[in-house]
């Protein structure tokens, strides 16, 4: 748990609001890196999962945002943050099947209210702030755990 | 069973992963929503759906899903099927309708990733 100790990886990717045909990209390519790092599959689909459904909510909901990704020796932290409308009332927008996606987004499947549940249920840590007007900021972490096996 | 027979068995095109018809399936998921999709299929399963765009094939990637089966006879997005390509997901086209697809297979013994959700 040393917060100060050298990421083994670090980077930031651009998510582009409303491209939907490459929603998922950033997601595919942080699920690649982690992989060829090792780490477990459970720790890489849980991570790519989370990462996933954060990369859709940018492209759905905000102007662009970025993924920032950071592996430490005991965790991966992932934080999103967009650039758009932002979140009125969080503890609602948490709510299972509470939505306010478009028709565009329903299309590709999404839209049914489980997005940020499936983050925070996914995730080992998860916290989400927001400003109306201005975005919203999601941090995820999932924990590596050395009992956790491949 | 294999993707081989499972593509027998739906009497199904391959469009992508020809040389993947070896590999062995016992699990399945069936949902257009891919929410749902996230939350609930296990990695190596058959995702069973009706819905053809990118994300599709996005998800299948993020969760590892084996092959994808697209029922009621629909065809990828000329997006999608490239990056099922790319990403080299099986697609299967089949004909039959969800629910027979779905109902043939579990009499081959392929299995639901979970048989139902938590309550609440």
Known sequence: MQANAKPLYEDSFAVEGGNFDNAGRVSS????????????????????????ESEINIV??????????RVGSDRVLIEAVDEGQGIADIELAMQKGYSTAT????????????GLYNIKSFSDY????????????????????????? | MT?????????????????????EVRTAFGADLMS???????????????????????????LDIAAIIMVRGKHPSPEALRLARELRIPILITRYILFETAGKLYMKG???????????
């Open chain 2, 36 to 62: 749902d999709v996230l939350a609930f299929a296990k990695p190596g399963s058959l995702l069973l759906t009706g819905l053809t765009n990118p994300q599709v094939i996005r998800t299948s990637d993020i």
């Open chain 1, 29 to 52: 390519n942080i699920k690649s890196i982690l992989k060829k790092m090792g780490l477990s599959s459970d720790v890489v689909r849980r991570a790519a999962l989370v990462a996933y």
């Open chain 2, 3 to 23: 993707l081989r027979e499972v593509k027998q068995l739906l009497d199904a095109e391959v469009l992508v992963g020809e040389d993947k018809l070896d590999m």
């Open chain 1, 103 to 114: 028709e565009k987004i329903r299309e590709m499947g999404f839209g049914a209210g489980m």
């Open chain 2, 110 to 120: 392929i299995v639901g990733c979970l048989e139902k959700v938590e309550s609440k």
């Open chain 1, 60 to 69: 759905s909901y905000s102007r662009g945002g970025l993924i920032h990704l």
């Open chain 1, 126 to 150: 998860f916290q989400i702030t927001s400003e109306v007007g201005r975005g919203t900021c999601l941090k995820m972490i999932i924990s590596i755990s050395d009992a956790a096996g491949a």
